[in-house]
């Protein structure tokens, strides 16, 4: 067998125990999945499951890190709307919002159980970093590289706080779209000048 084959199989098999470890996130919550789990439903044995991924937290950090980059496709879609850079940064965002929240796998990962592992693994994430410092480099070209890896740290730290908890909007409120207005009214007021101003 060719290294190329051995290769293409092994990230064959990454992506479906990711998927599986996905539908587990999504019927039984984030914290209630363990590695058993996933090796059961993957119909493989723990050892093999652990040769992909040594530990839990490599599972969830690798599963994070792909979500991010298919989402990543989604918020630049939703910044193809041209106009002010406020206005661009914002649908970025929403995107964001609506594309974890639409997604019941990834939703998942922001029950109340589950938010503070979340958190961590977001705001650690190298993949995340890289790709919000990437989408504010074109927003900001006159930041230094560290002040937009700044940027990019507190903006995921607000999308995050925005996921963990959704009910921004006054609680009392009939209306559904209600805590949407009430993000993007405290996204324009506090977030984006502050992650915008050069």
């Known amino acids: 067998m060719s290294d190329w084959l ?3 199989r092994a990230e064959l098999a990454s992506a479906r125990i990711l998927d599986i470890a996905g539908a587990l ?8 999945v363990t590695m058993r789990d996933v090796a059961r439903a993957a119909g493989c044995s723990r050892p093999t499951l652990y040769r992909y991924f ?3 937290t490599e599972l969830l950090a690798a599963y994070v890190e792909r979500a991010a980059t298919a989402l990543a496709g989604t918020i630049a879609d939703a910044d193809s709307i041209g106009g002010p850079v406020a ?3 914002l649908a970025a ?3 964001a919002l609506t594309g974890v929240r639409a997604n019941p796998a990834l939703a998942a990962w922001f029950t109340p159980d589950a938010a503070g592992q979340s958190a961590h693994l977001a705001l650690f994430s190298p993949a995340i970093e890289q790709i919000t410092r990437d989408y504010l480099a074109e927003l900001v070209p006159d ?3 560290e002040d937009r890896r700044e ?3 507190w903006l995921v730290r607000i999308i995050v706080s925005f996921l963990g908890d959704p009910a921004s909007a006054d609680p009392t409120a009939a209306d559904p779209t209600a805590a949407d207005d009430t993000e993007d009214r405290l996204l324009r007021r506090f977030v984006l000048p502050v992650i915008l101003d050069a």
Not at 25 to 32: C, I, K, S, T
């Open 25 to 32: 996130f999504e019927e039984h919550g984030v914290r209630a």
């Open 93 to 95: 965002i929403r995107a």
């Open 151 to 153: 940027r990019a740290r």
């Open 54 to 56: 040594p530990g839990r």
């Open 87 to 89: 206005d661009r940064l």
């Open 143 to 145: 930041a230094t590289e």
């Open 6 to 8: 051995a290769d293409d």
